[in-house]
Antibody, heavy 116, light 106 residues
Framework: DVQLQESGPGLVKPSQSLSLTCTVT?????????WNWIRQFPGNKLEWMGY???????SYNPSLKSRISITRDTSKNQFFLQLNSVTTEDTATYYC?????????WGQGTLVTVSA | DIQMTQSPASLSVSVGETVTITCRAS??????LAWYQQKQGKSPQLLVY???NLADGVPSRFSGSGSGTQYSLKINSLQSEDFGSYYC????????FGGGTKLEIK
């Protein structure tokens, strides 16, 4: 069965970069689908952040385009999120998810707090 | 960008009742809509895709309907495990979620 697991620091200082890893088991990220990052803010609003496709192409939410980068390591079946110049407004639970048109598989999520 | 307006924001209901949650898109999304259930402290789980299709393992008391800009999720005979939050999400050009509906026990 497909499983996704987020990992990374739970606390990031303002102006620094947020870096998270999504480790996928049970399916190769180079076989098919788009591999996404989604975040959920306090108050529960969900925001799609971007994806890297099975072929390596990327697409980002325009609201984040200048600060976000999604990359991958196919040898480890992992993909990564980097969000630069974070502020307290980037405090959220970050999820990785596999998508066809809908998000059928999600990681458990990791809370990232931006605070000095 | 397409906006998704979900209503109601919260709902207090009893076990056994039937509820309907609606989602309105700012333009036609051609049934490219999914519904998710989220329990406290857990990740969202897919319930319905392409507006009307139940995801694997989803009980038949759940049903999705709609077209164009108006969509609904109906839950017949609510069970205790159905309480939580529900989100619609469109996939037409980009991926946007509705604001959510919190379903609470009366």
């Amino acid at each position: 069965d497909v499983q996704l697991q987020e990992s990374g620091p739970g606390l990031v200082k303002p102006s620094q970069s947020l870096s998270l890893t999504c480790t996928v088991t049970g399916y190769s990220i180079t076989s098919d689908y788009a591999w996404n990052w989604i975040r959920q803010f306090p108050g529960n609003k969900l925001e799609w952040m971007g994806y890297i496709s099975y072929s390596g192409s990327t697409s980002y939410n325009p609201s984040l385009k200048s600060r976000i980068s999604i990359t991958r390591d196919t040898s480890k079946n992992q993909f990564f999120l980097q969000l630069n110049s974070v502020t307290t407004e980037d405090t959220a639970t970050y999820y990785c998810a596999r998508r066809d048109r809908e998000f059928a598989y999600w990681g458990q999520g990791t809370l990232v707090t931006v605070s000095a | 960008d397409i906006q998704m307006t979900q209503s109601p924001a919260s709902l207090s209901v009893s076990v056994g009742e039937t509820v309907t949650i609606t989602c309105r898109a700012s333009e036609n999304i051609y049934s490219n809509l999914a519904w998710y259930q989220q329990k406290q402290g857990k990740s969202p789980q897919l319930l319905v895709y392409a507006a009307t299709n139940l995801a694997d393992g989803v009980p038949s008391r759940f049903s999705g309907s709609g077209s164009g800009t108006q969509y609904s999720l109906k839950i017949n005979s609510l069970q205790s495990e159905d309480f939580g939050s529900y989100y619609c999400q469109h996939f037409w050009g980009t991926w946007t979620f509705g604001g959510g509906t919190k379903l609470e026990i009366k």
